[in-house]
């Protein structure tokens, strides 16, 4: 399906943020879905991502969170480089990303091509925290929710993921790498026991063999095509179910 891609900035308390979108290229308007970058930032290849999603049917959005910073976040896999990631993340947390978030939802009615009572959101790695504490604070929205190979999801805060998961009243995914310094499986214990008290309907799924950012092609020697084809298929099913019956 042809996929249309634009971007733009959405107004937050705390500035505008660059936004990239797409959407399939005829018909409309179409059910929401909020696409939560990984700590490497908005790039080509998660535009492809938010361009795979869309053609499924969706009005995909995808925020540049580090937009309080800069409009245009790269960086490499140096040491240098590395520490400019951890600083640039460092930054963000689940208070703020829920303030982006709000205004995102407030600007969905302005657009034509977006159900802006439909809306499903995913969050990859550093982005796992983000869609949860969104899922918490706006249970009226958000009907469906997907956390892929999330970080910092057991911490000493108020507001760990862990602790709001208990709040959630949307259907929850969870995907897992089974070889993730940053999700050991006494962390998805913990995240597990508040999403079982929540109520709500939940599934965590380990990716055997696989490791941290399994899911982006172009992670040498960390990409995983099978487990990643499978990572697809549990995020069309859970966003049909919520958005497109």
Same mark, same amino acid.
């Given at each position: 399906?042809?996929?249309?891609? +634009?971007?733009?900035?959405?107004?937050?308390?705390? %500035? /505008?943020?660059?936004?990239?979108?797409? +959407?399939?290229?005829?018909?409309?308007?179409?059910?929401?879905?909020?696409?939560?970058?990984?700590?490497?930032?908005?790039?080509?290849?998660?535009?492809?991502?938010?361009? /795979?999603?869309? #053609?499924?049917?969706?009005?995909?959005? @995808?925020?540049?969170?580090?937009?309080?910073?800069?409009?245009?976040?790269?960086?490499?896999? =140096?040491?240098?480089?590395?520490?400019?990631?951890?600083?640039?993340?460092? !930054?963000?947390?689940?208070? %703020?990303?829920?303030?982006?978030?709000? @205004?995102?939802?407030?600007?969905?009615? #302005?657009?034509?091509?977006?159900?802006?009572? &439909?809306?499903?959101?995913?969050?990859? $790695?550093?982005?796992?925290?983000?869609?949860?504490?969104?899922?918490?604070?706006?249970?009226? =929205?958000?009907? $469906?929710?997907?956390?892929?190979?999330?970080?910092?999801?057991?911490?000493?805060?108020?507001? =760990?993921?862990? &602790?709001?998961?208990?709040?959630?009243?949307?259907?929850?995914?969870? %995907? $897992?790498?089974?070889?993730?310094?940053?999700?050991?499986?006494?962390?998805?214990?913990?995240?597990?026991?508040?999403?079982?008290?929540?109520?709500?309907? !939940?599934?965590?799924?380990?990716?055997?063999?696989?490791?941290?950012?399994?899911?982006?092609?172009?992670?040498? %020697?960390?990409?995983?095509?099978? @487990? @990643?084809?499978?990572?697809? #298929?549990?995020?069309?099913?859970?966003?049909?179910?919520?958005?497109?019956?």
């Amino acid at each position: 399906m042809r996929v249309l891609d +634009r971007w733009f900035e959405v107004a937050t308390p705390e %500035g /505008r943020m660059n936004t990239f979108t797409a +959407r399939p290229g005829v018909g409309g308007p179409f059910p929401t879905v909020l696409f939560y970058m990984d700590a490497f930032g908005l790039r080509e290849e998660l535009y492809e991502m938010v361009r /795979r999603l869309a #053609s499924a049917g969706y009005f995909v959005v @995808a925020p540049n969170l580090y937009y309080r910073r800069t409009p245009h976040f790269a960086t490499d896999s =140096s040491p240098e480089g590395m520490a400019r990631l951890f600083d640039m993340m460092g !930054h963000l947390t689940n208070a %703020g990303v829920t303030r982006d978030t709000g @205004a995102v939802l407030d600007w969905l009615p #302005s657009q034509a091509d977006a159900i802006a009572t &439909r809306v499903g959101a995913v969050g990859y $790695c550093m982005s796992g925290p983000f869609v949860i504490a969104a899922a918490a604070a706006f249970a009226d =929205s958000l009907a $469906c929710i997907a956390a892929i190979h999330g970080a910092k999801l057991v911490t000493d805060e108020a507001d =760990s993921p862990h &602790r709001l998961a208990s709040k959630l009243r949307c259907e929850v995914y969870v %995907g $897992c790498a089974t070889n993730d310094k940053w999700a050991a499986p006494e962390v998805i214990a913990q995240l597990e026991d508040g999403l079982r008290q929540s109520g709500a309907p !939940h599934q965590v799924e380990w990716y055997e063999g696989t490791q941290h950012g399994f899911v982006f092609p172009l992670r040498t %020697g960390i990409y995983d095509a099978i @487990a @990643a084809e499978r990572h697809w #298929s549990r995020l069309h099913a859970l966003f049909a179910r919520h958005l497109l019956a």
